[in-house]
């Protein structure tokens, strides 16, 4: 079993930043692949990065691909988003997940272990 603790979200402003964590107990997840996912209300969540176990190895959604930076440290244990240029539409609750499969990476099923979200809010 792998806990997730999300941490970091809050209210920004648009233009602004903000660094979200990924706190991981009980396994290390350097045996894991591990993404980023959002989700507002009333909708799906969607995909948002991945990274390889390594670190190696980055994919990003276009929404978000060249404003957003995931990372690792493994030695930590912990995971990180970090979210420049923000957007109105980046509000949404986002959550960090370990990804179960070494070729699928945009799909919810692909993910195992997730943690419990942390809000970000933009404001225009």
């Known amino acids: 079993q792998v806990q997730l603790v999300e941490s970091g979200g809050g209210l920004v402003q648009a233009g602004g930043s903000l660094r979200l964590s990924c706190a991981a107990s009980?396994?290390?997840?350097?045996?894991?692949?591990m993404g980023w996912f959002r989700q507002t209300p009333g909708k799906e969540r969607e995909f948002v990065a991945r990274?390889?176990?390594?670190?190696?190895?980055?994919i990003y959604a276009d929404s978000v691909k060249g404003r957003f930076t995931i990372s690792r440290d493994n030695a930590k244990n912990t995971v990180y988003l970090q979210m420049n240029s923000l957007k109105p539409e980046d509000t949404a609750v986002y959550y960090c997940?370990?990804?179960?499969?070494?070729?699928?990476?945009?799909?919810?099923?692909?993910?195992?272990?997730w943690g419990q979200g942390t809000q970000v809010t933009v404001s225009s």
């Open positions: 997940a370990t990804n179960s499969s070494s070729t699928i990476y945009y799909s919810l099923n692909a993910y195992s272990y």
């Open positions: 009980g396994r290390s997840i350097s045996n894991y692949a």
């Open positions: 990274i390889s176990r390594s670190g190696g190895s980055t």
